[in-house]
């Protein structure tokens, strides 16, 4: 398998997974009150913002799958895009540690959010390398 299929391959998984995102977008916010006690974050918080901020992440992060997947259909192409995609995932990752840290999120959240982004982004910029390099 060529890096830009491998490329291809872990970007329509992000978007995938990515994509998900859209479901908590429009669940009803009962579910969302669940959701949050089923992570042992404690009982869901009322007010407008706490529903408003759950909602518009979930739609951003849905917004982003549609993204990747676009990318992932000609990554010669969307090359740059690609990498600015990749070197925001490491800026993202080291900002939500920070939120997470200051947040008082759970150690396990704290630790693999983070953690999760920076790989993915570091293993799209090493896949993306690759496939540049041997297209040449």
């Known amino acids: ?23 908590p977008t429009f669940m009803p916010r009962h579910w969302m009150a669940i959701t949050h006690q089923a992570l042992q974050l404690g009982p869901f918080p009322d ?9 518009s992440l979930s739609a951003f992060y849905a917004i982003h799958g549609g993204l990747y997947w676009l990318v992932s259909r000609d990554t ?3 090359s740059p895009v690609i990498s600015y995609l990749a070197i925001l995932g490491l800026l993202f990752a080291f900002t939500v540690l920070y939120i997470d840290l200051h947040a008082g999120m759970p150690l396990r959240w704290t630790i693999c959010e983070p953690t999760v982004v920076c790989a993915l ?16």
């Open 121 to 136: 982004s570091i293993a799209i910029l090493i896949l993306q390398r690759q496939a540049n390099s041997s297209s040449r």
């Open 1 to 23: 398998m060529t890096p830009a299929r491998r490329l291809q391959i872990l970007l329509r998984i992000s978007a995938f997974v990515t994509g998900l995102a859209i479901f």
């Open 76 to 78: 010669t192409r969307y």
């Open 47 to 55: 007010g407008p913002i706490v529903e408003y901020l759950a909602r």
